[in-house]
């Protein structure tokens, strides 16, 4: 039995525009959403590699979106400044900093323990540039994700999850979703692909002033 997993008539290239050019709109809800959507799942997860709770970089998430919004408006690329992403990392290093300070001080306000505190900071420049850059490819590929599910019939949706997820056989599959196997695999290449082209397009919404 064949099925089409997949609605081919709608446009994967519609026009969103520069997200960072949307965000000096404070009106423009979708745009912060769309933000919230990606960014706050990269400062969350680069929050979580500092030992914090969920709850604690959830904190820091909202620290830090609060203070894009009062200073978007004044943001402007300059080579000497550097792009949005790295400006938003130091913001977020800062906030995670800050925060870890005034949490051990409440704990324990002795100096010593307050200087084993600051070396627990003391992050190599190369490893937080890591721990940035994993935490945006994955916040961008779950994004991608999901933009992708919003396009996708139900039967595509339960082929990746089954398929790529869970990992089931692609005959397993075929008998659960009453397809052949081919089809199985036609519907995974093709989501793969759909995903592959909204990171693509997440990647030129986010290039700010067009500088990748």
Request: proline share 2%; charged share 35%.
């Amino acid at each position: 039995m064949k099925q089409m997993c997949v609605n081919d008539s709608i446009s994967l290239y519609r026009t969103r525009g520069s997200l960072l050019l949307r965000l000096k709109n404070p009106s423009d809800e979708s745009g912060w959403r769309e933000f919230y959507n990606l960014y706050g799942r990269m400062i969350f997860g680069y929050a979580l590699h500092f030992n914090l709770s969920h709850a604690e970089a959830e904190d820091i998430v909202q620290e830090v979106v609060t203070k894009v919004f009062r200073q978007i408006l004044s943001f402007e690329y300059s080579p000497e400044r550097g792009r949005f992403r790295g400006w938003l990392k130091t913001v977020t290093k800062h906030a995670v900093i800050d925060f870890i300070r005034r949490r051990e001080r409440r704990r324990n306000n002795s100096v010593e323990y307050r200087e084993h505190a600051e070396v627990l900071l003391e992050e190599p420049e190369c490893r937080e540039d890591d721990i940035w850059r994993k935490e945006r490819e994955k916040a961008m590929l779950e994004v991608a994700l999901q933009r992708v599910y919003e396009r996708v019939g139900e039967c595509c949706r339960n082929v990746f999850e089954l398929f790529v997820v869970e990992r089931y056989s692609a005959r397993e599959v075929g008998v659960r979703l009453d397809m052949e196997p081919n089809a199985v695999y036609a519907c995974k290449h093709r989501m793969l692909k759909y995903i592959r082209e909204e990171v693509e397009l997440l990647e030129r919404e986010c290039e700010d002033n067009n500088e990748s």
